[in-house]
């Protein structure tokens, strides 16, 4: 069994296009020799400029959301056909901040990731438990019921396109990080759901990260687990040096 590190950015609602290129600019050198593979989620208006930004480095470009039709009467939303047009490799889906106030649901994050592998790309798929839920003895369920209704459809083989990212809600943005313990729990709970799904090649060559207020101090202890396999990051990705400290832990 050898699974890679996946550290990839989630910069959310942050950088212009010529910001965008300046931080990728900053941080191509910082992590041109980075073991793992790294990826950033950049804005929709930025992604022409940031794979433009990226070529001859390691980094790929991931969109933080995508529509499940290939087209039509969506004011304001972007398809992953649109996505994979454009050379995305990448799409974030199911993140809290989508399902919170956007009014995601389990449903409709299964539609998108349906759509967002029959494009082309590769799903990086959230799920976690809010606050109440942990306090209530249901974070195992919570995350196991996600991850199943996300994936719904998907086929033993397209889980090579798969990357699940574990992100404790009451940890994002907050400054609150799981402890590793916590971190690695569900996340191996998410790895037998996976087995119960697909067997156990499968869940143990599927990428799980942990998301959360991952910064460059906590992130080699929770990265050590052995069922975290990579992290999303939001806040410390957008500081350079934190950012490649983040995945020069990843090794
Ligand atoms: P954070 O965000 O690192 O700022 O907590 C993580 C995420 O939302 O993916």
């Given at each position: 069994?050898?699974?890679?590190?996946?550290?990839?950015?989630?910069?959310?609602?942050n950088k212009n296009p010529?910001?965008?290129?300046?931080?990728?600019?900053?941080?191509?050198?910082?992590?041109?020799d980075a073991a793992c593979?790294?990826?950033?989620?950049?804005?929709?208006?930025?992604?022409?400029?940031?794979?433009?930004?990226?070529?001859?480095?390691?980094?790929?470009?991931?969109?933080?959301?995508?529509?499940?039709?290939?087209?039509?009467?969506?004011?304001?939303?972007?398809?992953?056909?649109?996505?994979?047009?454009?050379?995305?490799?990448?799409?974030?889906?199911?993140?809290?901040?989508?399902?919170?106030?956007?009014?995601?649901?389990?449903?409709?994050?299964?539609?998108?990731?349906?759509?967002?592998?029959?494009?082309?790309?590769?799903?990086?798929?959230?799920?976690?438990?809010?606050?109440?839920?942990?306090?209530?003895?249901?974070?195992?369920?919570?995350?196991?019921?996600?991850?199943?209704?996300?994936?719904?459809?998907?086929?033993?083989?397209?889980?090579?396109?798969?990357?699940?990212?574990?992100?404790?809600?009451?940890?994002?943005?907050?400054?609150?990080?799981?402890?590793?313990?916590?971190?690695?729990?569900?996340?191996?709970?998410?790895?037998?759901?996976?087995?119960?799904?697909?067997?156990?090649?499968?869940?143990?060559?599927?990428?799980?990260?942990?998301?959360?207020?991952?910064?460059?101090?906590?992130?080699?202890?929770?990265?050590?687990?052995?069922?975290?396999?990579?992290?999303?990051?939001?806040?410390?990705?957008?500081?350079?040096?934190?950012?490649?400290?983040?995945?020069?832990?990843?090794?």
């Amino acid at each position: 069994m050898s699974r890679k590190y996946v550290i990839a950015g989630n910069w959310k609602m942050n950088k212009n296009p010529a910001e965008a290129v300046a931080l990728i600019n900053e941080l191509k050198p910082l992590v041109a020799d980075a073991a793992c593979d790294v990826v950033v989620a950049v804005p929709f208006v930025d992604l022409p400029a940031a794979l433009e930004a990226v070529k001859g480095s390691k980094i790929g470009v991931a969109a933080q959301n995508c529509h499940w039709e290939k087209s039509g009467a969506f004011t304001g939303e972007i398809s992953a056909e649109m996505l994979k047009s454009m050379g995305v490799g990448y799409v974030i889906i199911g993140h809290s901040e989508r399902r919170t106030y956007f009014g995601d649901t389990d449903v409709t994050v299964q539609k998108r990731v349906r759509a967002a592998l029959d494009a082309g790309l590769t799903v990086i798929l959230c799920v976690g438990e809010y606050l109440e839920q942990r306090e209530q003895g249901v974070t195992g369920e919570v995350c196991a019921m996600q991850t199943k209704i996300a994936l719904g459809g998907v086929s033993a083989d397209e889980m090579s396109r798969v990357i699940i990212a574990y992100e404790p809600v009451w940890a994002i943005g907050t400054g609150r990080t799981a402890t590793a313990r916590q971190a690695d729990e569900v996340c191996a709970l998410i790895r037998a759901t996976l087995a119960g799904l697909y067997g156990r090649s499968v869940a143990d060559s599927t990428v799980i990260q942990y998301g959360g207020s991952m910064n460059a101090a906590n992130a080699a202890e929770l990265l050590a687990q052995k069922d975290v396999d990579g992290g999303l990051i939001g806040g410390a990705s957008l500081k350079p040096a934190d950012f490649a400290a983040i995945v020069a832990a990843a090794k």
